[in-house]
Structure formats: C-alpha cells, structure tokens
T-cell receptor
C-alpha cells in the first residue's frame, strides 16, 4: 500500500509567480486535507475535500489560493501571485471516512520558498 | 476554543534516558480524538497513536507509552530508553467533533527532541 505522495518536494519561486502543487492520496482514501506549516509551528488546516467536493476552507486560504480534486483522486493546490509570506511547508493528508477515528496520513510535503 | 499546548519547546537527553513529552488540550466537546505524530528531519509527519475520548486506557507500544488523563486534559507521551533515532519533532493533535464537517486536526507547536549519543 503506497502512502501519500506530493510533488514537487521543493519549489523556489520569485514573488509574483504562480505555483501549483500536487498530492496523490492513499488510493482507497476519500478524504483529503491540505495543511500549511511554518518554521517552528505545528501544521495549520487549509482546506478539506471529501471525494471531489471541497467542503471546508480555512480563513488562512486567501483568494490567491485555490484547490481542486477532480474525480476525487489527486488534488492540486495553486497559489497565484506568490508573496514572501507564502513560504512554508505545504502538507497533504488523506484518510478514509470508514475510519471512525479519522486517522490522517501525511505526505512528505512541498517546501515552498518565495524570493 | 480548541487548543493544544505543548509547553516544552525543546528537550535534550542522552541516549538510554527516559523522556516524557507533555500535551495539554482544550475542547468543549465531550467526544474528541487525540493523536501523536513524529516529524523527523526529512519533514514527513508519521502517525504514532490515536485515542478517542472514551478510552482512557494507557497504551504501551515497545519503548513508547501514552498516558491519557481526562481529569487534567492531558495526553502525555513517554519514550523509554531513548535512542538517537528518536530525535525528531513530536506533535500532539486534537480533532474536536463539535466542529463537525471536516474533522481537521488542531496541532500543538511541537516539542523538538534531541537524543545525544
């Protein structure tokens, strides 16, 4: 059983550029989460999908951020017009709604650096 | 408010010492889930244990043990006979079910554990 994968692992971009990250969840998992982690902090929730539906977005997710999960499989997170404050680790997690405790399994993350 | 507090920012021990990582949580829910995750230098969060609020039994898994006490809202993690490979940042997290919907994790700020040889 392969785990959660994320691509790319590292991204360096210049301020004002757009970036897109991809997350492939564990194959039978229908729930998918995006979190953001800055240095010295715990991960903070960004958004949640159940199957292809985006059911919740954090106030942290400004209108420059958009996430999709077409067909309920992989997900993408796009940041438009990046700012230096967007520099962080972006983590994806997946879980199954059949797990009543909702254990979330994380990918390796995408580390974004905005210059 | 839902909140997880890990008061220890960094802990340094010598190999074979026992170490306890503290976690205190706040929630108005009577039903909730608690978790511990390990984040090694590679960055990936590794799930260690989960607990639901109705199960106060302590758990032992090899060198790891967890002490859940609802009376003090604590879910502490002990590593016995620590090893260098235990060096990582450890996060305690909560899913408060009153929030409904996404059941997102609420994390503490983490405790960085360094085990020196």
């Amino acid at each position: 059983d392969t785990g959660v994968s994320q691509d790319p692992r590292h991204k360096i971009t210049k301020r004002g550029q757009n970036v897109t990250f991809r997350c492939d969840p564990i194959s039978e998992h229908n729930r998918l989460y995006w979190y953001r982690q800055t240095l010295g902090q715990g991960p903070e929730f960004l958004t949640y999908f159940q199957n292809e539906a985006q059911l919740e977005k954090s106030r942290l997710l400004s209108d420059r951020f958009s996430a999709e999960r077409p067909k309920g499989s992989f997900s993408t997170l796009e940041i438009q017009r990046t700012e230096q404050g967007d520099s962080a680790m972006y983590l994806c997690a997946s879980s199954s709604s059949r797990d009543w405790v909702n254990t979330q399994y994380f990918g390796p993350g995408t580390r974004l650096t905005v210059l | 408010a839902q909140k997880v507090t890990q008061a220890q920012t960094e802990i340094s021990v010598v190999e074979k010492e026992d170490v306890t990582l503290d976690c205190v949580y706040e929630t108005r829910d009577t039903t909730y889930y608690l978790f511990w995750y390990k984040q090694p230098p590679s960055g990936e969060l590794v799930f260690l244990i989960r607990r639901n609020s109705f199960d106060e039994q302590n758990e032992i898994s090899g060198r790891y043990s967890w002490n859940f006490q609802k009376s003090t809202s604590s879910f502490n993690f002990t590593i016995t006979a620590s090893q260098v490979v235990d060096s990582a940042v450890y996060f305690c997290a909560l899913i408060p079910l009153l929030q409904g919907g996404s059941e997102k994790l609420v994390f503490g700020k983490g405790t960085k554990l360094t085990v020196n040889p």
